[in-house]
């Protein structure tokens, strides 16, 4: 572990137990330029997880991705990406923007 991953151990978490969040939902709210632009009902964007990822980001930031099925996902830096409250259940995080995304695992 380096002293960027040292920081951000959340990330490492969720990376590090990623086959409890595959298959899992992913809804992305987008920031307020994006819901500006789209027709009223379009957000949130849904789909399934199918990889998330824990990177190099430059020298001295990490970056954390999720991917979703069809070639689409959302991610931040450590740097400007937060967890914020919400829903039981969904981990939501707040990245630059104001962009709001939140994920959770498979449910039965």
Partial sequence: MNKTTMRAPIWQQIVDAKDQWIGGD?????????????????????GKISDLEFRPN?????????????????????????VTGGDEGWLTFLGYGSHKWRIRKPTE
């Fill in 26 to 46: 992913i809804e992305d709210y987008g920031d307020p330029m994006d819901r500006a632009m789209r027709e009223e009902g379009t957000f949130p964007v849904k």
């Fill in 58 to 82: 430059g020298d001295t930031a990490m970056y954390f991705s999720v991917d979703a099925e069809g070639g689409w996902g959302c991610g931040g830096s450590n740097t400007c990406l937060g």
